[in-house]
Every structure is written in structure tokens, then in C-alpha cells.
């Protein structure tokens, strides 16, 4: 069973950092792609960043220059730099891992950045 343990949440000021990680166990190969999608209160959940096995990224262009994605892929782990926080960002961010056709996710970390 693929299981995900997500860290790095909490409360920052705006203009501050945060560092977010997920580790991926049950697993026996590698993901795909790996990423992060975030949910703020009475919206959709949304891409943040993926990164692929290949280190190829896509990230929403409301991050763009702020946020970073890395991945080990020997560990299964995959990272989110957060930088220049903004109160928008104030969402549960969830973990997902992409294997083939089947998509895992993660239970997900709270990011609140107060202004």
C-alpha cells in the first residue's frame, strides 16, 4: 500500500519561506511524476508543481519564480521550496504521485501565511 508522510507545514508571515517534503513508502519503483496541488477554503484543488522522473517541472505561473520542486528519486521524495510567501498561498497543500495511469495523494499540510 502507498503511503505518503508530508512535512514542512505551518504558519509563516508573508515574505516568508517554507520548506515542504513528502515521502513516498510501499512503493517498489519510482513515480512518474511527483508533485504538490494545494486547496485554499471554497476552491478547487490545483496544481502547484509536478516534476518528473527526468527533473522536467511544470508549475501554476502563480509560483513561478517563487516556489522550486525537487525530487531523489532514490528516496522517493519529493521537495517545494516556498519562498516570498503571500497570504493567497494559505492553503492545504497535498502530496500526489503519479504511477502510470493511478494517481496517489497524500492526507495533505496546512500552509497559512499571515499578512
Known amino acids: 500500500q502507498v503511503q505518503f508522510v508530508e512535512s514542512g507545514g505551518g504558519l509563516v508571515q508573508a515574505g516568508g519561506s517554507l520548506r515542504l517534503s513528502c515521502t513516498a513508502s510501499?512503493?517498489?519503483?519510482?513515480?512518474?511524476?511527483m508533485g504538490w496541488y494545494r486547496q485554499a477554503p471554497g476552491k478547487q484543488r490545483e496544481l502547484v508543481a509536478m516534476?518528473?522522473?527526468?527533473?522536467?517541472?511544470n508549475y501554476a505561473e502563480s509560483v513561478k519564480g517563487r516556489f522550486t520542486i525537487s525530487r531523489d528519486n532514490a528516496k522517493n521524495t519529493v521537495y517545494l521550496q516556498m519562498n516570498s510567501l503571500k497570504p493567497e498561498d494559505t492553503a492545504v497543500y497535498y502530496c500526489k504521485g503519479d504511477l502510470y495511469v493511478i494517481d496517489y495523494w497524500g492526507q495533505g499540510t496546512q500552509v497559512t501565511v499571515s499578512s
Open positions: 510501499g512503493i517498489t519503483s519510482s513515480f512518474n511524476a
Open positions: 516534476i518528473r522522473t527526468d527533473a522536467k517541472t
